[in-house]
T-cell receptor, first 116, second 114 residues
């Protein structure tokens, strides 16, 4: 079964540094997402991406964050000037459909980001 | 704004027994989707079952079934013949037709005991 692949599985970074989290969505999917889960808390929507641009973003997704699809396969989340509170599990997801898709999203295994 | 509430932070069940996880949601919309995701210790989010709000028939996937009560805005998950591998966090999620923001509940930690 096709998978969404995320790398690295765990990243440790110093406060103030920039990190790039990488994702390879399922090849025929057109919609891409990033979610965040702070330890012990609920999964939160960050951003959705379609046709090479952000389609929606949450209030969490401020100027510190950016997303990019630099080539035909990768989908990246960049976090600039990381803060301790950015420590979380970051999930990438993709779907065939957008708003009206009933099939749900396929999630990757996540990247655990630890800011020290 | 839509909210999803899972009122049971933790539950346990004996292997081979049946357990029901509760979920309620709040929305003013008529067209939406509901999902249950499983998150095992590996932390991956795995889709368990989905329900389209316009369908009255409850979704079923093998040992997993839902009780969807649209008027009550309730979407519970029933796991029959529980197995040790069902031990995980279970998240209920809501997605409107009108946006890409899938809203998750806080999760229920299910432990299946041998």
């Amino acid at each position: 079964e096709p998978e969404v692949t995320q790398t690295p599985s765990h990243q440790v970074t110093q406060m103030g540094q920039e990190v790039i989290l990488r994702c390879v969505p399922i090849s025929n999917h057109l919609y891409f997402y990033w979610y965040r889960q702070i330890l012990g808390q609920k999964v939160e929507f960050l951003v959705s991406f379609y046709n090479n641009e952000i389609s929606e973003k949450s209030e969490i997704f401020d100027d510190q964050f950016s997303v990019e699809r630099p080539d035909g396969s990768n989908f990246t989340l960049k976090i600039r000037s990381t803060k301790l509170e950015d420590s979380a599990m970051y999930f990438c997801a993709s779907s065939e459909e957008g708003r009206q898709g009933p099939r749900g999203y396929t999630f990757g295994s996540g990247t655990r980001l630890t800011v020290v | 704004a839509q909210t999803v509430t899972q009122s049971q932070p933790e539950m346990s069940v004996q292997e081979a027994e049946t357990v029901t996880l509760s979920c309620t949601y709040d929305t003013s919309e008529n067209n939406y989707y509901l999902f249950w995701y499983k998150q095992p210790p590996s932390r991956q989010m795995i889709l368990v079952i989905r329900q389209e709000a316009y369908k009255q028939q409850n979704a079923t996937e093998n040992r997993f079934s839902v009780n969807f009560q649209k008027a009550a805005k309730s979407f519970s998950l029933k796991i029959s013949d529980s197995q040790l591998g069902d031990t995980a966090m279970y998240f209920c999620a809501f997605k409107s037709y009108n946006n890409n923001d899938m809203r998750f509940g806080a999760g229920t930690r299910l432990t299946v005991k041998p």
